[in-house]
């Protein structure tokens, strides 16, 4: 497994990314023919008042991003923290796409889709690269259609508070979110 470990206002010490390593390949050992690569984010607040440090982990397994991030006065509790969640996740991960015989892995559906329809144009043909804004940091990923019920299973999976989808259905974007008082909330765009 590939593991990256950075650190943001805070020099990763030998002792803190061995640390961080144990934890993290105890955490994954289970999952050794999932995940690939993991990249660790390690933080400490700027101001001195508010003792939060911060472990944030994302893995790359089968295709899936799956993150987990913590926040504690210690930066070894963080991690372990972490570490925990992460193994938590991974086990609801597999256990979901284990085969019983009935259902297909999202790699598999993923590659369909690719080869069904290629692209054509460029994305870059009549652009030119430029900073963005301050303030502003743009992500771009692949986005293979999905039925509402997978956007939830991977809501839980990222751990932020929403997901934005392809809808399988209507090939439409929308974005499942959590309510602030239990359940799930999905917004789409009116004809």
Do not use: C
Request: aromatic residues 6%.
């Amino acid at each position: 497994m590939k593991l990256l470990i950075h650190g943001r206002n805070l020099d990763v010490t030998p002792a803190l990314r061995e640390y961080t390593e144990t934890k993290l390949e105890r955490a994954i050992h289970h999952f050794d023919d999932l995940v690939k690569e993991a990249d660790v984010h390690l933080s400490v607040a700027r101001n001195p008042r508010v003792p939060q440090q911060t472990a944030e982990v994302t893995v790359f397994a089968n295709g899936t991003v799956i993150r987990a991030q913590e926040r504690s006065e210690n930066l070894y509790a963080s991690i372990d923290l972490v570490a925990s969640k992460l193994a938590r996740q991974l086990r609801r991960f597999k256990e979901r796409h284990s085969d019983h015989g009935h259902r297909t892995t999202p790699t598999a559906a993923n590659d369909v889709l690719l080869t069904e329809r290629p692209t054509e144009d460029s994305l870059l043909e009549g652009k030119e690269a430029q900073l963005p804004s301050p303030g502003i940091r743009r992500k771009y990923f692949a986005m293979p259609a999905m039925s509402l019920e997978e956007a939830r299973h991977q809501l839980e999976m990222i751990d932020h508070d929403f997901y934005l989808f392809r809808d399988k259905e209507s090939g439409e974007l929308q974005v499942i979110y959590h309510r602030n008082h239990g359940g799930f909330g999905v917004i789409q765009a009116r004809n």
